[in-house]
């Protein structure tokens, strides 16, 4: 038996030998006697030693079959890393591909791991979690009993997800106000339309001028298709002015987020760069060559804290461009790019490479974009503008509450266009065109 093991572990070092490469092995060998903290070979050889002890001598056999220890080491490895990169199961992997289509089954959370916190970017509009009154920055402590402290990050993705029709109970910490509460919510498949009430604001907001307004939920692949379809109809009504507004938009595909920011910008125009370790991770970004050149109107891009990622993207390249007006708040700060490598068992790593840069080289990771004109909401602004998106949905009592509600950021963005349409009238000069 032992000498079967000692077989096994030096025919895995050989082959380990070779997976790491030439370059592995000469910087090992480089200092002859002198054992580096960062050698390959010796740490690759200290865990084929590990394994095989597992192996031998760990009291549950069942536990210590080769593939539960290869992805348990590769679990912990890339969870160590930052709270973005992960080893996704191949059910993971689905899940995350199902998602980018805009239609998945589960709950409507985006979520992130933030100093070992699972914390809601922004619940999908219509979704089970913001039917609940799920919010952004809220903190998922346990799901269905069980704490989310020592989860492993695909598990807690997964138990999120599911079969429509499902319970699920989510006991939840608002950090604004230490509250804790428990929600049982029901799976649904989830559709994300992703560019929604697109349309000329009402004379009573907008007066005289013709404001053009569409909120943009996530990108995601008809993204583009959507926004370019409504951009199409406003300008057929000769719109003046435009309102972007990717408050509570937590990101998707960045390819959808460039071509939306060419929706504004000349062709060809850098949006974001990427710059990794390795020399293909740093990218450039560009509106597509054969984008449609689009009247120029004054805009306003709304944000908060609940965007992230693409909205990032769209509006820092917007604001150093001067294209856009940027108001609201500072945004969530979700800058850095996840490549998704495919396994050969249907598993992937979704591995940090690089992070993204605005055109002004402005890093984004943990910083976010600041608006222009920073316009906060209060608690129970923010609250209502949530129960205001799922109108639709409420009881007379939930829409007594609304009867009352101003959305104090658009009417700002609104005062914004106007004073640089009336400028505009007055002086011949048009300020956005400059």
Known sequence: MKRRLLHWMFALLAVLHVALGWHVYTAWAAAPGEEKADAGYTNMALFARALQLIRQDYVDERKADYQQLTRAALKGMLSSLDPHSQFME????????????????????????RDGDLV?????????????????????VKID????????????????RGEPGQKVKLTVLRPSTRDLKDYELVRENITVASVKDAGLLGEGLAGDFKIGYARITQFNVPTVDELSACLDELERKEMQAFILDLRYNPGGLLESAVKVAGQFLPPKTLVVSTEGRVASQSKVYRTPENGRA?????????VNGGSASGSEIVAGALKDLRRAVILGETTFGKGSVQSVIELQDGSALRLT????????KQVIHEKGVAPNIRAPLSQEQERLLWMKKEEAGLGAEDRKQLAGFRDTQLERAVDVLKGLLIYGERTGRKAWLE
Do not use: C
């Not at 809601?120 to 998922?140: C, F, W």
């Not at 490479?353 to 002004?360: D, L, V």
């Open 120 to 140: 809601i970017v922004t619940p999908i509009e219509g979704s089970p979690a913001a039917r609940a009154g799920l919010q952004a920055e809220d903190q998922i």
């Open 353 to 360: 490479t690089a992070k993204y840069y605005t055109p002004s």
């Open 294 to 302: 689009r009247p120029r109107v004054p805009m306003v891009i709304l």
């Open 145 to 160: 009993g069980v704490g989310t402290e020592k989860m492993e990050r695909g598990e807690a993705g997964r138990l999120l």
């Open 90 to 113: 191949p059910v993971d992997f689905k899940g995350m591909q199902e998602d980018t289509n805009s239609r998945f089954g589960g709950l409507g959370i985006h979520t992130v791991w």
